[in-house]
């Protein structure tokens, strides 16, 4: 079993993310194989983790997934690697409920005996540093590990917290990243991927790791990483099922790239081939396809591009009024629709199958974990339930309001949500599989059916054409 290690933070803006890239790009100058995770639902965070350690980083989220869920993807992902580091959410104790630990990076920690580094903002502060550390202790008991003071002003600054919080709290501060004006955190949604993908982000990420190996204690970080050994539950959400193979369209480029690691490993695991296609380049749904999957992203960013892809968008309002089986989140819900508004008021096509105009905000129209209900329509059987995640800044404005997809329960109570046309299932919230393993399994053999109704249906029309020749033959004699 790798050494594992979660960086927990105060709150949001204590510094959590800067400190994790800062050792993940630390650790991997030491030649490590190092495993990255995300705690919660969050798609952004993650791309700069896979960037720095050349493997996926991936989600855990104990609120969407359970216990044994959360065990299974992080066994899975850690083998053959010498460290796991589990950037944390929010502030170490913040999830589902004010008044418990559900879904917070406490309640990660516990459940997979992983030691916390906790990342305190250290502007403005010196013995009461110890204060903040004493409280967060208290709150988890022999749960962190070590400290790390970030935004420090020297090395004297760092050394009047060390020496405070190992007085009062009896555990290391292993280190400290110094205030680094103008290093930031670039821009955390538009145009992320792109960067990445063409390196633009690989000197932000050196000047941190440089930063790590000045200031922080990394053979001690390591050494405080042991944990005991963690078994996969049995069955296992990712054991390959029983299944014909069939060939499930995914939509995957810069425009659609917010999908679950977990939620493509599931349906794999229940036969599907993934075929990866890019609307943005203007290519047609697989000919194969017997299902198709377009995930959240940033449609509004490549909305003009998306419409000029004429040929694009009427292979999925093709593959859609077929009777395909489809499920589209978020940003795949606003392409679906007619019309995308962008905030400067310019209207674009989009695919026409769900009448209505997505219309993009300058204000966040939701956040928020969502517990779904499939209501009586398209591939979900009627009454699967499905947790899930959403977050977006545009509202849609129906034409005609389509059968609803779901009743969602939130914080705010119940409501119809998302809609079906066809046999195609779309709305804002984004589905995690591993919270009920029957999603995937319905979504695949949907797809059998409808792949083999169209082999029946192309075998029938094959036998009408060469009826068609041989009465055409006989005629001309």
Known sequence: MPKRLVVAGTGSGSGKTTVTLALLGALMRRGLSVQP????PDYIDPTYHTAICKRQSRNLDSWMGNGDVLKEIFVRSSQNTDIS????????FDGKDPLKNDGSTAEISELLS???????????????????????????????????????????HFRLIEQAVKQECGIPVVGHL?????????????????AVERGDLNQFFNTLADAAEKTMDLDQLLSLACAPELTIPSPGCFDQKAGEPVTIAVAKDA????????????????GANLSFFSPLAGEAVPADAAALYIGGGFPEEFAPVLAAQCEARKSIRNAVESGMPVLAECGGFMYLTSELETV??????????????????????ALGYREL????GAWLPEGTTVRGHEFHYSICKHEKKPAPAFQSKSRFGNKADGCTVFNAVAGYAHLYFPSNPDVPAAFAEAARVYGQKKVTTSASLTKTDELHQLKKIITEK
């Open 37 to 40: 995770f995300k705690c919660g």
């Open 85 to 92: 580091v589990i950037e944390g959410v929010m502030g170490m």
């Open 114 to 156: 992983a030691p916390v580094l906790l990342v305190i903002d250290a502007s403005g502060t010196a013995r009461s540093a110890a204060a903040v550390v004493k409280g967060f202790q208290a709150m988890a008991p022999g749960q962190i590990a070590a400290v790390i003071a970030n935004k420090t002003g020297s090395e004297g």
């Open 178 to 194: 110094l205030k680094m004006t103008g290093v930031h955190v670039p821009e955390r949604h538009l145009g992320l991927v792109p």
């Open 255 to 270: 425009a659609f790239h917010f999908y679950y690691e977990e939620n493509l490993a599931m349906l794999q695991a229940q």
């Open 344 to 365: 400067d008021n310019h209207v674009y096509p989009m695919c026409g199958v769900i009448e209505g105009k997505t219309m993009m905000k300058s204000t966040r129209a």
């Open 373 to 376: 209900t499939a209501v009586k």
